[in-house]
C-alpha cells in the first residue's frame, strides 16, 4: 500500500529535512540539461553517470567534523602525498534512493549503513561519523539532485539513484599512521538493474588460490582495499564466463564466506536457509539481515552457521539444497546456477525455479519501491 501524498510533509519529516540546512549549498554552474539527464535516465546503466552535485563533509584532528556542504560534483584536488593514495586509508558504502508511486525518493534501512559505516571506520582508524551527519548528507544532496531519481515505469523497472558515501585519508604525509585529515563525501548515479539479465542466475567461479579475507584482517569492513585484493580473482573468474567470485575461508579452505561483494544463502527442500554465521571475515549485508527477517515471516527456517564447499557439493548433488542466492544492495537477489571450480561444476540436481529467490527478491522490493506496507520502519524519505 502507498502512503497517500497529502499525508506530507508531516512534523517528522520537517524536523529532519531542516538537518539538511546544515548543509553549505554552493549549486553547480553548468548543470545536465533537462534533455541530457532524462535521455540518460532513460538507460542509466550503472556507475557511469553521475548526479550534478556531492554532499561533503572534513574532518581534522583539531576540529572534528566541520565544512558540511553540497558542491558541484567534479574533479578532487589531492596532494601527491595524501594518505589514501599510498596506504588505502578508505572505506565506503552503498545505499540506494526509490522514486515511489507519488514522486516521493525514500532510502532503505540507511541506520544500517551508518553503522556499518563506523564499523568500517575503526578498523581503518578513520574517525567516525554520526547517523545524523550520514543520512543528514544524503538528504542534503537528494535535496539538490532528486531529479536525477529515476521514475520506474512499471513493477519489473528496478531502477533508482546509487548513493555512494566514502571516506578517504587526505592529509599530506609520507610516514604510515592515520591521518590527521579526512574528507567525506557522497556522489550519486542513476542506475538501472545491476546484471543485465535481470533475475537470469548467474555462474560463479570459485577462488582456491585468492583470499577476500583473514581472521583479524578487513573482511567486515566495507573498504577499497578488499576490493583491490579481489580483482586478480574476478579476472580469473571473467575468463571462466562467471561473473562473480565466491572466496572460502581463509584458514582451513573448507568454510563458504561470500561473494566480492555480495552474501550467499542456501535454499534447502525441508524450508531452511542458511547463509553463513557472520565472522570478521565476512561483511554484514544490510540485503542479508532483509532476507533473514523476510524469510521468517515467509515460513522458512534461517540458519545463520558455518557452511562447507563439501556440503554445497553433496547437497547439490542428492537435492537437498533447492536453491543458492546472491544478495547486495546493488543486485537485490541473484540466484546462483552454478559454481565452477578448477575441476568441477558444482550444479544443483533438484530446483532450476529459483523460487524462493523470487518470492523473496519481490518482497523486498516492493518494500523499497512504496508497493507494500512498512511495517518494520525501514524506509527512511529523503525528499
Ligand atoms: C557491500 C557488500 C555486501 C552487500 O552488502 P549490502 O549492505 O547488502 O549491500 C556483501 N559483501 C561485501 C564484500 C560487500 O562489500
Known amino acids: 500500500m502507498l502512503v497517500p501524498s497529502d499525508a506530507f510533509p508531516d512534523d517528522a519529516f520537517l524536523a529532519d529535512a531542516f538537518l539538511a540546512d546544515a548543509f553549505q549549498l554552493v549549486p553547480s554552474n553548468q548543470p545536465t540539461a533537462d534533455h541530457v539527464r532524462d535521455s540518460i535516465l532513460q538507460a542509466p546503466g550503472f556507475g557511469t553517470h553521475f548526479s550534478d552535485h556531492m554532499a561533503y563533509i572534513r574532518w581534522t584532528l583539531r576540529r572534528g567534523w566541520h565544512a558540511h556542504g ?51 571506520a575503526r578498523r581503518l582508524a578513520l574517525p567516525e561519523l554520526s547517523d545524523d551527519d550520514f543520512i543528514g548528507a544524503l538528504k542534503a544532496l537528494l535535496a539538490q539532485d ?13 531502477c533508482s539513484l546509487y548513493l555512494r558515501p ?16 579526512v574528507d567525506f563525501y557522497v556522489i550519486a548515479s542513476p542506475a538501472a538493474a545491476y546484471f543485465k539479465g535481470g533475475v ?31 580483482l586478480a580473482a574476478q579476472k580469473q573468474a571473467e575468463e571462466q564466463g562467471c561473473s562473480q567470485v565466491a572466496f572460502l575461508d581463509a584458514a582451513e579452505h573448507r568454510w563458504i564466506e561470500e561473494l566480492g561483494g555480495m552474501n550467499l544463502f542456501f535454499v534447502f527442500s525441508d524450508g531452511r536457509l542458511v547463509t553463513p554465521r557472520l565472522t570478521d571475515t565476512i561483511l554484514e549485508g544490510v540485503t542479508r539481515d532483509s532476507v533473514l527477517t523476510l524469510a521468517r515471516e515467509d515460513g522458512l527456517t534461517p540458519q545463520e552457521r558455518p557452511i562447507s564447499l563439501d556440503e554445497w557439493r553433496e547437497g547439490a548433488a542428492s537435492g537437498d539444497i533447492t536453491e543458492v542466492f546472491a544478495c547486495g544492495t546493488a543486485a537485490v537477489i541473484t540466484p546462483v546456477s552454478e559454481l565452477v571450480t578448477e575441476d568441477e561444476r558444482i550444479r544443483l540436481s533438484a ?22 506496507e512498512d511495517t518494520r520502519g525501514w524506509l ?3 525528499v
Open 70 to 120: 553540497v558542491r558541484p560534483y567534479g574533479p578532487l584536488t589531492l596532494d601527491p602525498a595524501a594518505a589514501v593514495l599510498h596506504y588505502g586509508q578508505e572505506i565506503f558504502e552503498g545505499i540506494k534512493a526509490y522514486r515511489h508511486a507519488d514522486g516521493s525518493v525514500w532510502t532503505f534501512r540507511p541506520e544500517k549503513n551508518a553503522e556499518r559505516f563506523r564499523k568500517s
Open 146 to 158: 532528486h531529479a536525477w531519481v529515476p521514475t520506474p515505469v512499471d513493477e519489473s523497472d528496478e
Open 166 to 181: 566514502f571516506m578517504i585519508a587526505s592529509e599530506a604525509f609520507l610516514g604510515v599512521r592515520p591521518s590527521h585529515e
Open 200 to 230: 537470469e542466475p548467474v555462474s560463479i567461479w570459485l577462488s582456491r588460490h585468492y583470499q577476500r579475507a583473514a581472521p583479524g584482517g578487513t573482511g567486515f569492513a566495507k573498504c577499497g582495499g578488499n576490493y583491490a585484493a579481489s
Open 351 to 372: 530446483g532450476g525455479d529459483n523460487a524462493v529467490a523470487k518470492r523473496l527478491r519481490k518482497k523486498l522490493l516492493d518494500l523499497q519501491y512504496g508497493r507494500c
Open 380 to 382: 527512511t524519505r529523503l
